[in-house]
Antibody, heavy 118, light 109 residues
């Protein structure tokens, strides 16, 4: 069974940093690209960052480019999101998602909550 | 950047009725890169339809997707109670960027 379990969320002050983790199981981790997708309270889905199977290519949404960094450790079957210079508008539930065929997100974790507040 | 606009924002229907949801793109989208998701309250999104018209594993055949270019639709032929949820369209575009529509809430009338 495919499982993605996020952790590392919490409350942080504006300008602060946080590192999210996503632990994967139930599939061959290094066969898949992965993304972070977030959802602000009561709002829709927003893609944040993507990383290829070997970490060779990363992409970020304009809204986080230069502040967030996605990375992975295939030996640990883990995905990470380093978030710096956090803003109130980064407050959201952050999902880890596996990229399946046809550039879909075929499995999602349950999310980890990030709240940016003074 | 391609913008996806979903309509209506909210759709109120009764169980057993047919639902038709729309997603319009600001530029042509490759159908192979067009996807629909369902999100029930308190749950993570679930993959429904990929490549515009292909049902994902385990998705009932009352769900169907169609369209091409800039106009795509999701149809649910006979609404079941568990179908009342929020539906999102999504596309994969240039520069390896993904975008989502703002969602359509399907609620019980």
């Amino acid at each position: 069974e495919v499982q993605l379990v996020e952790s590392g969320g919490g409350v942080v002050r504006p300008g602060g940093s946080l590192r999210l983790s996503c632990s994967a199981s139930g599939f061959k981790f290094d066969d898949y690209a992965l993304s972070w997708v977030r959802q602000a309270p009561g709002k829709g889905l927003e893609w944040v960052s993507r990383i290829t199977w070997n970490g060779g290519v990363t992409n970020h949404a304009d809204s986080v480019n230069g502040r967030f960094t996605i990375s992975r450790d295939n030996a640990k079957k883990s995905l990470y999101l380093q978030m710096n210079s956090l803003r109130a508008e980064d407050t959201a539930l952050y999902y880890c998602a596996r990229e399946g065929s046809y550039w879909t997100f075929d499995f999602w974790g349950q999310g980890t909550q990030v709240t940016v507040s003074s | 950047e391609i913008v996806l606009t979903q309509s209506p924002g909210t759709l109120s229907l009764s169980p057993g009725e047919r639902a038709t949801l729309s997603c319009r793109a600001s530029q042509n989208v490759n159908s192979n890169y067009f996807t629909w998701y369902q999100q029930r309250p308190g749950q993570s999104p679930r993959l429904l339809i990929y490549a515009a018209s292909k049902r994902a594993t385990g998705i009932p055949d009352r769900f169907s997707g169609g369209g091409s270019g800039t106009d795509f639709t999701l149809a649910i032929s006979r609404l079941e109670p568990e179908d009342f949820a929020v539906y999102y369209c999504q596309q994969y575009g240039s520069s390896a960027m993904f975008t989502f529509g703002q969602g359509t809430k399907l609620e019980i009338k």
